[in-house]
């Protein structure tokens, strides 16, 4: 009788946790499909700044070319060509670590759009697997204009400062949409470590960076490594 009571407990526990995992499921997909035609409000990142989240949505049709362009320049050069994992980068970033050497990532812009949108900065299993279960979805569910365009919203691009509109107003002065390819570039040098690389005035690596990602915008133009934002 006793281990009876026992199976049924068990078995009550076990379609308890599928019934919630289920639940979950349909959750993150609702969430995602949401994002697909409303603005994301807010991020983790932006409420546990301390420094606020200033920012400025725009659409994809609002912010110059050349701000792409430098974002696959910089970040994920086969952006267009990817289903939102660059495997080769991923296992160049692994034997990389593994050989002890400076840490590299192997995240795509996809990838980011995931964490940021969708979960919390920092490392660990279960926040990547989180994260690659969200990439795939917006991969699947959205577009390549669309990943863009929240990546360019909700990216962190200074103290407090989140998107690239705000970036340029901040910067320069001026919207996004007048932007010129150097000034793409110098926002785009400090994305990864916002906080600690200077976009006006840059010096060092960040601005031979930059300098290098204009170079790249060229190439990313010539070759249609954007193509499929158009």
């Known amino acids: 009788m006793a281990e009876a009571k026992k199976r049924s407990v068990i078995l009550r526990l076990i379609l308890f946790i599928i019934k919630i995992s289920i639940y979950l499921l349909l959750f993150s997909i609702l969430w995602v499909f949401l994002y ?62 593994r050989q002890g050497k400076k840490l590299r990532g192997g995240s795509t812009i996809s990838q980011q759009v995931a964490k940021n949108a969708f979960l919390w900065q920092g490392g660990g299993y279960f926040r990547k697997g989180l994260e690659a279960y969200f990439t795939f979805l917006i991969e699947n569910i959205w577009d390549k204009q669309r990943i863009m365009e929240v990546y360019l919203n909700i990216a962190e691009t200074g103290i407090g400062t989140y998107g690239v509109e705000a970036a340029s107003q901040r910067y320069y002065g001026k919207s996004a949409q007048n932007l010129t390819a150097l000034e793409a570039a110098k926002i785009a040098a400090a994305l990864p470590l916002p906080k600690k690389r200077a976009v006006i005035a840059p010096s060092g690596f960040t601005r031979r960076y930059g300098r290098t990602i204009t170079a790249r915008i060229i190439t990313v133009r010539r070759d249609k490594l954007d193509a499929c934002i158009y």
């Open 36 to 97: 697909k035609y409303i603005q994301v409000p807010i991020t983790a990142t932006m409420m546990m700044d301390e420094n606020g989240a200033k920012r400025e949505w725009v659409p994809l049709s609002k912010i110059d070319d050349d701000m792409h362009r430098a974002i696959i320049a910089a970040e994920d050069s086969k952006f267009c060509s990817h289903d939102g994992f660059d495997r080769d980068a991923i296992k160049r970033a692994y034997d990389n670590n």
